[in-house]
Nanobody, 124 residues
Framework: QEHLKESGGGSVQAGGSLRLSCEVS????????MGWFRQAPGKEREGVAS???????RYSDSVKGRFTISQDSGKNTLDLQINSLGPEDTAMYYC??????????????????WGQGTQVTVSS
């Protein structure tokens, strides 16, 4: 049974940084796609970054250059370093996983396994 648990969210001022982590358990396929998504109040959930088992990454245009996704297979964690935060980044952030995809995307419908989320709030 796959289990994903996010941590690292909090309240920061604009321009600040946070590092989100997702602890993954019960999930050790040889090929996978993992991603970070976010949902702001009143908006649909959107994908921000993904990484596959070969280390290939993908970012949404809104976060490219500011967010960095990484994984530590030894610790079974998926991290998201977020820099230069602005109020528009305020959202609940979720990690997600899928066993294999022909293309590791940041499309919500492609992912089967989800964490409960961690809140990021950015004040101006």
């Amino acid at each position: 049974q796959e289990h994903l648990k996010e941590s690292g969210g909090g309240s920061v001022q604009a321009g600040g940084s946070l590092r989100l982590s997702c602890e993954v358990s019960g999930y050790t396929p040889s090929s996978y796609c993992m991603g970070w998504f976010r949902q702001a109040p009143g908006k649909e959930r959107e994908g921000v970054a993904s990484i596959d088992s070969d280390g290939n990454t993908r970012y949404s245009d809104s976060v490219k250059g500011r967010f960095t996704i990484s994984q530590d297979s030894g610790k079974n964690t998926l991290d998201l370093q977020i820099n230069s935060l602005g109020p528009e980044d305020t959202a609940m952030y979720y990690c997600a996983a899928e066993r294999w995809l022909p293309l590791c995307t940041i499309i919500e419908a492609d992912f089967s396994y989800w964490g409960q989320g961690t809140q990021v709030t950015v004040s101006s």
